[in-house]
């Protein structure tokens, strides 16, 4: 997110700066509100799997 302010600020443009951030803000909730709910999903025993991994080991 860092870098990505830093271009945001470097692009000089109020609107592109708000409308970058205010994505990256509902990206991030978003992300909260996964694990959160991955969270609770693993406090009641249900066994979860990231998408995106790759299973090397078995």
Request: without cysteine; hydrophobic residues 60%.
């Amino acid at each position: 997110m860092f870098p990505l302010a830093i271009i945001t600020g470097l692009l000089g443009s109020i609107f592109i700066a708000t409308l970058v951030s205010l994505g990256s803000s509902l990206v991030s909730f978003a992300m909260l509100a996964l694990v959160v709910i991955g969270a609770v999903k693993a406090q009641q025993g249900w066994l979860l799997r990231y998408p995106g991994n790759l299973r090397v080991i078995k």
